[in-house]
């Protein structure tokens, strides 16, 4: 599918059916991918070179962007998985807390990225927030449901032989919600990868999605699709790395 696509686009692209402006070919768009990870003449013929763009590599907005990512998710995955834990262990948390976490599920980052920015201000703390906020929903839901898909057999089978409470969490309850925490960070993590467009549309240099909404309102579309064809790699790269890590974590899932 993807060398069709990509065929398709080469066609189209070489009889100008459409205008390069708004539809460059793939080696326009390589060029662009190879020019903002190097540095290049600022005019034919001129000594004087500029590297990246904004004074960044592509690569390094790139890695900006997934450390944002890291603390964002980082911190929702620790959030999320003790509040996930306290709404699977009491009735009475999960009635105190559901709407509150219903309400954030519902709101889409672009509704309160405005009120973000007014409470603490345009710099990085904004956008941790915001990919903290994308992150911590899934990761909570997916916490409780596992910890209450944990079988009471399991669980007392442990207490009476000795387990304590502590013990029980640990050496029962965890492991066996493990896989899945690990889906519900799967899931957190492509919605705060998405998010990061986003969050990065108000002082995002350096960042990979500062540059591809930086590159659009300059009509750089060779760029743009290079920011988007990488943000698209590094999900995909992201969800299976997740994935095998879960599988390393839970090597016994699906063998009992």
């Not at 686009?9 to 100008?16: C, F, K, P, R």
């Not at 603390?71 to 509040?83: D, R, S, Y």
């Not at 009120?115 to 409780?144: C, E, H, N, R, S």
């Not at 790395?241 to 879960?246: M, N, R, S, T, V």
Request: net charge positive; hydrophobic share 60%.
């Amino acid at each position: 599918m993807l060398i069709v696509i990509f065929l398709v686009w080469t066609i189209v692209a070489g009889m100008h059916l459409v205008s390069a402006q708004f539809l460059p070919g793939p080696g326009t768009v390589w060029k662009a991918f190879w020019n903002a990870n190097s540095c290049v003449p600022v005019a034919e013929g001129a000594l004087r070179k500029v590297c990246g763009v904004q004074n960044y590599y592509l690569w390094e907005h790139l890695v900006a962007s997934l450390q944002r990512m890291a603390v964002g998710v980082g911190a929702a995955l620790i959030a999320g998985t003790i509040i996930g834990f306290a709404m699977a262990a009491s009735k009475w948390t999960t009635l105190a807390l559901a709407p509150y976490l219903n309400f954030i599920r519902a709101l889409p980052p672009l509704g309160y990225i405005g009120l973000i920015i007014v409470w603490v201000g345009i710099g990085d703390a904004a956008k941790y927030w915001l990919l903290f906020l994308a992150a911590f929903p899934p990761i909570v839901l997916a916490t409780m449901n596992g910890v209450r898909d944990v079988s009471a057999d399991r669980i007392q089978a442990a207490q009476s032989m000795g387990a304590s409470r502590w013990q029980s969490i640990r050496f029962v309850i965890l492991p066996a919600s493990l896989n899945s925490i690990v889906s519900g960070v799967r899931l957190a993590v492509g919605f705060a990868w998405t998010t990061v467009v986003a969050a990065e549309l108000n002082n995002g240099i350096p960042g990979i999605g500062g540059i591809a909404y930086l590159a659009g309102t300059q009509l750089n579309t060779a760029l743009v699709i290079a920011c988007v064809v990488l943000i698209g790699v590094v999900a995909v790269l992201l969800d299976a790395l997740i994935a095998k890590l879960g599988d390393l974590l839970t090597p016994w899932h699906g063998k009992a």
